[in-house]
């Protein structure tokens, strides 16, 4: 672990580009075995290929995954230009997935701050948030916290969310929770996470190129290829 820290800390220092800091917090339940957790892996790593490819991207995208269940942190946020490679994903256990947006949250708080140690400016932070089922395994005061935390974070701009809902046992009704404003939750065409993963990272191409503060939009209609709102 402290080697990892010194790792990330030491690419601040050599390199001083404004980050996007994403984090993608996966289901990898026991649900998401066989062709689910393919798929997922095969959407990680075009993922993680894409914004390599990218000049500007593959210096500024700062990746963090974090799985459940059990929840653990796959890895800590690093450049792709640090960690050219996705990690193997693998099924199993429950789905604590307040437990799972806990870490991720608290991992992106001191990101933020070691950038802020550092000097570093950065965009505004992006939490994907994936799911083939129903929280299970955790604790439903842990979530509610976590619902409002992320709320409070993407009320005051500090967080952009896109919560997920993969295949029809989805939760939506709970993922719907963690959208501000009352928008819907996004339901996953199928198992099309590489459509998904190719618009997130034009989308992250599309911010790294301008200039921290503004404001970026999005290409809405290229959602419509891997997603359909589900009330």
Request: glycine share 8%; net charge negative.
């Given at each position: 672990?402290?080697?990892?820290?010194?790792?990330?800390?030491?690419?601040?220092?050599?390199?001083?580009?404004?980050?996007?800091?994403?984090?993608?917090?996966?289901?990898?339940?026991?649900?998401?075995r066989?062709?689910?957790?393919?798929?997922?892996?095969?959407?990680?790593?075009?993922?993680?290929?894409?914004?390599?490819?990218?000049?500007?991207?593959?210096?500024?995208?700062?990746?963090?995954?974090?799985?459940?269940?059990?929840?653990?942190?796959?890895?800590?946020?690093?450049?792709?230009?640090?960690?050219?490679?996705?990690p193997?994903?693998?099924?199993?256990?429950?789905?604590?997935?307040?437990?799972?947006?806990?870490?991720?949250?608290?991992?992106?708080?001191?990101?933020?701050?070691?950038?802020?140690?550092?000097?570093?400016?950065?965009?505004?932070?992006?939490?994907?948030?994936?799911?083939?089922?129903?929280?299970?395994?955790?604790?439903?005061?842990?979530?509610?916290a976590?619902?409002?935390?992320?709320?409070?974070?993407?009320?005051?701009?500090?967080l952009?969310?896109?919560?997920?809902?993969?295949?029809d046992?989805?939760?939506?009704?709970?993922?719907?929770?963690?959208?501000p404003?009352?928008?819907?939750?996004?339901?996953?065409?199928?198992?099309?996470?590489?459509?998904?993963?190719?618009?997130?990272?034009?989308?992250?191409?599309?911010?790294?190129?301008?200039?921290?503060?503004?404001?970026?939009?999005?290409?809405?209609?290229?959602?419509?290829?891997?997603?359909?709102?589900?009330?």
């Amino acid at each position: 672990m402290v080697a990892a820290n010194l790792i990330e800390l030491d690419d601040l220092v050599d390199n001083p580009t404004a980050r996007v800091p994403i984090i993608l917090c996966l289901d990898c339940s026991t649900s998401m075995r066989g062709a689910r957790i393919k798929e997922l892996n095969a959407g990680v790593a075009s993922f993680y290929k894409a914004i390599s490819s990218d000049e500007i991207a593959r210096y500024s995208a700062e990746i963090s995954i974090v799985t459940f269940g059990p929840v653990q942190k796959e890895t800590d946020f690093q450049t792709v230009s640090t960690q050219p490679h996705a990690p193997k994903l693998t099924a199993a256990g429950n789905t604590p997935l307040g437990e799972a947006v806990e870490l991720s949250l608290d991992l992106l708080e001191r990101r933020k701050q070691e950038y802020k140690d550092n000097g570093i400016d950065y965009y505004q932070p992006w939490l994907v948030l994936m799911t083939d089922g129903a929280p299970f395994g955790g604790s439903a005061a842990v979530l509610a916290a976590q619902v409002a935390r992320v709320q409070s974070l993407a009320g005051a701009g500090k967080l952009a969310v896109f919560p997920i809902g993969i295949g029809d046992d989805a939760d939506m009704s709970t993922l719907n929770k963690f959208t501000p404003g009352g928008r819907p939750a996004f339901k996953l065409q199928g198992l099309n996470f590489q459509a998904f993963f190719s618009w997130l990272s034009a989308s992250v191409s599309r911010v790294s190129q301008s200039t921290p503060g503004d404001g970026v939009e999005l290409d809405a209609a290229g959602i419509q290829s891997w997603a359909t709102f589900k009330l």
